[in-house]
Structure formats: structure tokens, C-alpha cells
């Protein structure tokens, strides 16, 4: 049996605020980065928020998130986020959130490899049914990706965005476990 958190590029970790904080923090000095990953106003955060902000969301034990850090297998570097949250158990669903923070790293098949070990662990670890996401019209390079991982749009939210005087729809996509299930076993014959 394959280690579950293991993909072919990279494997999700623990996050450690003391090791990782700095690492994320230069990561939000890029506006591109922080605007591809929600739709607050991008700002600069020191190590102290980014330690904060990671001992909230990934080191305390939740019933319903469970946070990731995405490391290289080949040098076992630090390169992005993934994590579900808002699980609601009874129905089975949740969202997902990633991020690759290196923009060198962009493009190069590690957030792919992330969200199909991700969906892996949330459909067969966490017997979940249904995974949602969330992304904006303009990461047209985020939204073919997730198209192969198998998630399919479901919708949209029109304009409710605005990034340097131009309004965005945010697109809704999800992936339903037997969906991710046939996907899966077509990619294995």
C-alpha cells in the first residue's frame, strides 16, 4: 500500500510555525500570489501574523479542517499549503484551499500532485462524499487544474471581485467521490 500522504511529486506534512513561518511570510510579500488566494486586499505579513495565522488554522486540533504543508519529495522543500475545511460530517462535504507560494515552483505540476493526494485522503481517509472549491475567473491556470483533478463547475458568483478596476465572477467547482473514483481508475488502466 502507497503512503497515503505521498504523491509523485510531493508529500503533505505537518505544519510547523516555528520552522515555516518565515518561509510563508515572503510568500505574501507577492500580491499575485495572495490575490490568487482569496479576495481580501493584499498586504504584507510579518512572521509573527504568518506564525499566528498557522498555529490557528493548521496546529489546533479541529473536528472539521485538517491543514497541510506541500513538500517536495526530490528535496523535501517547502513550497505551498493544502488543507479541508469546514467539513460538515453529516453530509459529508467540505472545501478545499491550496496554495504553491514559490512562484518558481508555478506550473510545474506540484499544486496538481497536492490536490490529487488531498482528494485522496479526503475520499478514502476521511470517507468523505463531496469536496467544493472556489476560484476566480482570472486563475484561468487554477481552473484547468482543478478540471483534471475532476472537478467540474457548478456555478458562479458573478462580479463579485474587483482587481485593478476590472470585476471577476468566482467560479464554484466541486468533485464528488464517485466522480474522483472513476477518475482514478481510468488513469490507473
Not at 493548521?58 to 469546514?86: K, Q
Request: hydrophobic fraction near 40%.
Amino acid at each position: 500500500m502507497n503512503d497515503l500522504l505521498h504523491g509523485r511529486l510531493v508529500r503533505l506534512a505537518a505544519a510547523n510555525s516555528e520552522a515555516d513561518a518565515e518561509t510563508m511570510a515572503r510568500w505574501y510579500r507577492g500580491s499575485e500570489y495572495q490575490r490568487l488566494l482569496d479576495s481580501e486586499p493584499a498586504a504584507p505579513r510579518t512572521v509573527k501574523q504568518t506564525k499566528e495565522m498557522m498555529i490557528e488554522w493548521m496546529e489546533h486540533e479541529r473536528p472539521n479542517s485538517f491543514g497541510f504543508m506541500i513538500r517536495t519529495l526530490a528535496e523535501d522543500r517547502l513550497i505551498g499549503f493544502v488543507g479541508l475545511g469546514g467539513i460538515n460530517w453529516a453530509h459529508g462535504d467540505c472545501f478545499v484551499g491550496i496554495g504553491v507560494g514559490e512562484r518558481d515552483d508555478w506550473g510545474k505540476g506540484y499544486g496538481a500532485d497536492a490536490m490529487r493526494v488531498i482528494l485522496r485522503y479526503a475520499f478514502t481517509e476521511l470517507n468523505l462524499h463531496r469536496v467544493s472549491l472556489g476560484v476566480y475567473g482570472y486563475n484561468t491556470r487554477g481552473i484547468r487544474s482543478y478540471e483534471k483533478a475532476g472537478f467540474s463547475i457548478e456555478g458562479r458568483l458573478r462580479q463579485v471581485v474587483l482587481r485593478d478596476g476590472e470585476r471577476f465572477d468566482e467560479i464554484c467547482m466541486g468533485v464528488l467521490r464517485e466522480e474522483w473514483e472513476r477518475k482514478n481508475v481510468m488513469r490507473e488502466t
